[in-house]
Every structure is written in C-alpha cells, then in structure tokens.
C-alpha cells in the first residue's frame, strides 16, 4: 500500500444482512506493535453491502515502511465479529515526473518525422519498489491535415462505404 496524501484511503468491511444496527471500526497495527490505531466507530449504514471506512492519511503516514495487519471489527448487541487478517507493507509515496517523449510539442507528435520510431525517457521515480509495476498509456488521436496532407481519410462520412455496398 503506497502512502498517497491527496488519496481518500479506506478499508472496506464486508457487511451482511444481520449487521443491521452494528457499529464497524478499523484495526491497524504494526508486526513490532510499535504504531497501531482504531478507527472511530461507524453504524453499518447498508447491511449487506460492502461499506468504506475512511482512514486519515496522517495516520497512514505513521506506518509508512512498516509491515501493518488490518482488520475490522464489527459490533452488533454486544457480540463483536472479526474479519480475516489482512497484511500489507505500507510504503511511501511515489514521487515521479511525466515521461519525457523526444519530439513531443504542445502535446502532439508529428509522427511521419519518426520512420524508425522514437525515444521515451522516464525520469527517475522516487520511491519505486522491486514489487511496483510500471505502466505508459499512449493516447492516440488522429487529427486530419494538422501538420501535413500526409493523412487523409479513405471516405468522406457522407458517403457510402463500398465494402457495404
């Protein structure tokens, strides 16, 4: 889990029918037992469904480069029913710049000017685990006669295709 400040975190506890009128709290605790905290109790709001506990990111930020359990306890006339353990490394935020795209300009890319394709440079990510994946998303938009009459549709949309004709 990846301390990020200006995400909600949550816990989500699974409710059922019968929690009806029950009172939820998330659990958190270190594998040292050094940093541990309690969520306020929270009523179960709709019984049967999954319900999101919200956790301050400042106290997320206690645990951050420890090994913590989580769990939640749920409370209903007295009886209280624990979840199944869950056990996270709770790392800190990556901290990253955009990828760097030779050629790029107001965030278009005359592509004709790379026959032979082009190079991406990713700036070094602070923070990056072994475990971490690393994902680049490319968004491609044609926009006709931008740059140059290299690209031109192969029909005008008022006309028929002749595939279908």
Do not use: C
Request: hydrophobic share 35%.
């Amino acid at each position: 889990m990846e301390v990020v400040k200006n995400l909600r975190p949550f816990v989500v506890v699974n409710t059922r029918k019968e929690d009806q009128g029950g009172m939820a709290v998330a659990h958190w605790v270190t594998a040292d037992g050094s940093v541990s905290y309690d969520s306020e109790p929270v009523p179960i709001t709709d019984p049967g469904n999954d319900q999101l506990l919200e956790i301050a990111a400042n106290e997320i930020e206690r645990f951050t480069d420890k090994e913590v359990t989580l769990s939640y306890t749920i409370t209903l006339n007295g009886n209280e029913t624990t979840s199944p353990l869950l056990k996270v490394e709770v790392t800190p935020e990556m901290k990253y710049q955009p990828a760097i795209v030779e050629g790029l300009v107001d965030n278009a890319l005359q592509t004709s000017d790379y026959p032979n394709g082009l190079t991406t440079t990713i700036p070094i990510i602070e923070n990056l685990r072994e475990y971490n994946a690393l994902s680049l998303i490319w968004i491609v938009t044609v926009t006709p006669n931008r740059f140059s009459n290299s690209w031109k549709p192969s029909r005008q949309p008022d006309q028929p295709n002749p595939s279908n004709s």
